[in-house]
């Protein structure tokens, strides 16, 4: 497994659990009245919504180094494509100069 692949796993993973710890709490804070239940039926719905609301700032925060390290990897990786591009580009160049 590439190095890009891992980094972009382990900021995933570590997302799904923020995500997963805040589910947790909400429910939690929800069963014991702390948090309102929602409307009727909805408190399934309302707990995932409040988690995401939750988990979406604290992850931005707590994997701000993991997101760096991916973006590096990434904008590496496009660097290294476009290089590679602009070396087919020139041998294509040389070649119909060469046979023209």
Not at 15 to 24: D, K, S, T, Y
Not at 50 to 70: E, G, N, T
Request: hydrophobic share 50%.
């Amino acid at each position: 497994m590439s190095a890009k692949s891992s980094a972009a796993l382990k900021y995933t993973g570590m997302r799904v659990a923020v995500f997963a710890g805040c589910f947790v709490v909400v429910a939690v804070l929800v069963q014991f009245g702390i948090l309102p239940k929602g409307l009727g039926d909805s408190n399934f719905i309302w707990v995932v919504l409040l988690a995401l609301v939750l988990s979406a700032p604290l992850s931005f925060i707590l994997l701000r180094k993991q997101r760096d390290a991916m973006s590096e990897q990434i904008v590496h990786k496009v660097d290294r494509a476009k290089a590679r591009l602009e070396a087919n580009r020139t041998q294509e160049d040389g070649v119909r100069d060469g046979a023209a």
